[in-house]
């Protein structure tokens, strides 16, 4: 059963950039798409992004010019890193492997979820 | 972006009961729409893909059907297990992917 696991700082300051690490366990993070998405409180599901295991990337129009994600494939690893955060990127983020039985459509692991405010 | 509206937003019932939750989405997606459990703290679970397929190890109970515009999820007989938010999400146009509101499902 795979699984992921994100980690990082739980508070980032205004204007700092916010870096989320997610580690795949019990299965191989190659050949795969990886997503970001996160929940602002009371609020519903935002997809962030995702990336390829060779890099190739995808982000949501409305945070793109933010937004940088990457892979290590050695570390079974992906990254989010998002600058020049406000109080409105405060949201529990989760990352997911996209399902490939689908074409990739839907998400069928994710992680517990990682809170992560943005506050001075 | 697809706007994908659930309804209700929230829903109160009792252990047995027969619920249903409606996404539609703001234009037609075809059947490429799946429904996710989330509880707080635990990992969200995929339950139903491409509108109507149920994914390997979710119970019977819960059924999704629709296409284009309109989409449901049924969870004929409600168990204790069962009381979460969920969530609707499509796929058609992209990107990006987008998500419904959610519908929090309450004991009552």
């Known amino acids: 059963q795979v699984q992921l696991q994100e980690s990082g700082p739980g508070l980032v300051e205004p204007s700092e950039t916010l870096s989320l690490t997610c580690t795949v366990s019990d299965g191989s993070i190659s050949d795969y798409y990886w997503s970001w998405i996160r929940q602002p409180a009371g609020k519903g599901l935002e997809w962030i992004g995702r990336i390829y295991t060779t890099g190739s990337t995808n982000y949501n129009p409305s945070l793109k010019s933010r937004l940088t994600m990457s892979v290590d494939t050695s570390k079974n690893q992906f990254s989010l890193n998002l600058s020049s955060v406000t109080a409105a990127d405060t949201a529990i983020y989760y990352c997911?492997?996209?399902?490939?039985?689908?074409?990739?459509?839907?998400?069928?692991?994710w992680g517990q979820g990682s809170l992560v405010t943005v506050s001075s | 972006a697809i706007q994908l509206t659930q309804s209700p937003s929230s829903l109160s019932a009792s252990v047995g009961d027969r619920i249903t939750i409606t996404c539609r989405a703001s234009q037609g997606i075809g059947t490429s729409l799946a429904w996710y459990q989330l509880k707080p703290g635990k990992a969200p679970k995929l339950l139903i893909y491409d509108a109507s397929t149920l994914e390997s190890g979710v119970p019977s109970g819960f059924s999704g059907s629709g296409s284009g515009t309109v989409f449901t999820l049924t969870i004929s007989s409600l168990r204790p297990d069962d009381f979460a938010t969920y969530y609707c999400q499509q796929f058609n146009t992209y990107p990006p992917i987008t998500f419904g509101q959610g519908t929090r499902l309450e004991m009552k």
């Open positions: 997911a492997r996209g399902a490939r039985s689908s074409g990739w459509k839907y998400f069928d692991y």
